[in-house]
């Protein structure tokens, strides 16, 4: 499981990981924001309304969810316990405070934050993505700070300065934890 703030990489880290590792793939999560660009429903996110998601927590269909920058955000159980089941591995890309609820729900899982060097990286990556507006990234920023306060309840900490550098540190605990589990 991947989390940290907003900048941070970890779409791109995520991308990285399930191209290079066998048998990794990405978690599909909900969520109640509208697509962006280029995203494609069921492979990027499953885009439901809020009143859909509120049913879809209310019959416990989600491990984790959250509200995060004004929208929900959840992963859906029964497609994760499926893959499990089958022995596969799945990469969930989530908050904090989902991060917390798997650790609940998972005392097995891997919990990776990933995070920028400093804030000036981070809200220069936010700046470059041209997803958000102005007021958007300033609330990405200020959430960062209180994201980052969560660092201590994962299994590891690790800053993405540099990409590859990033991509290896990560293929290296997944590579251990899959070991561990032979």
């Known amino acids: ?32 924001r509208a697509p962006r660009a280029g995203e494609v429903e069921g492979r990027d996110y499953f885009f439901l309304t809020e009143d859909e998601f509120m049913r879809r927590l209310a019959r416990g269909e989600f491990l984790e969810h959250a ?4 929208h929900f955000y959840g992963t859906p159980r029964a ?4 893959a499990l089941r089958a022995g596969e591995s799945r990469l969930l890309v989530i908050d904090v405070q989902g991060a917390v609820q798997v650790r609940a729900a998972r005392p ?10 400093d804030d000036v990286v ?11 507006n102005e007021e958007e990234r300033r609330r990405r920023l200020a959430t960062a700070a ?3 306060a969560f660092r201590s309840r994962y299994d590891y900490c690790v800053t993405n300065d540099n990409l590859d550098r990033a991509v290896s ?14």
């Open 122 to 132: 981070l809200g220069q990556r936010l700046a470059d993505r041209r997803t958000d």
């Open 1 to 32: 499981m991947l989390s940290g703030p907003a900048g941070a990489g970890k779409t791109t880290v995520a991308e990285r990981l399930c191209r290079e590792l066998p048998g990794l793939r990405r978690s599909v999560s909900a969520t109640t």
């Open 67 to 70: 509200r995060v920058h004004g």
């Open 146 to 148: 209180a994201e980052r």
């Open 169 to 182: 540190e990560l293929r290296a605990l997944i590579d251990g934890k899959r070991e561990s589990k032979m």
């Open 79 to 82: 497609p994760l316990d499926e």
């Open 108 to 117: 097995d899982a891997l919990l990776i934050f990933l995070d920028a060097p």
